[in-house]
């Protein structure tokens, strides 16, 4: 059984920064693809930021390129989210999430953590 614990969000001012963990229960990240998923109240939950399981393959959505890096530390069974230059839109519910098939697509990933609030001020 997969499991995904986020950690890290919390409350900042817009331009500030932070780093989302993703703490797996075994070595899920050298053979699930990771991706990272926001949700904002009233709103559908939203693609943010994957990596490929091989590491090949790198998306984002536009817009948090330049600003969001997504990355993994197979050592530690962790992935991460380090997000600078926040927004107040940026406000959401996080997710992390491990599977296979389509990097940007909720539905093709099988496992999901709870979710970390992350809340940005202006």
Do not use: H
């Amino acid at each position: 059984q997969v499991q995904l614990v986020e950690s890290g969000g919390g409350l900042v001012q817009a331009g500030g920064s932070l780093r989302l963990s993703c703490a797996a229960s075994g070595r899920i990240f050298s053979k699930y693809n990771m991706g990272w998923f926001r949700q904002a109240p009233g709103k559908e939950r939203e693609f943010v930021a994957a990596l490929s399981w091989s590491g090949a393959n790198l998306l984002y959505q536009d817009s948090v390129k330049g600003r969001f890096t997504i990355s993994t530390d197979n050592a530690k069974n962790t992935g991460y989210l380090q997000m600078n230059s926040l927004k107040p839109e940026d406000t959401a519910v996080y997710y992390c999430a491990a599977g296979f098939g389509r990097l940007t697509i909720a539905g093709d990933y099988n496992y999901w953590g709870q979710g970390t609030q992350v809340s940005v001020s202006s």
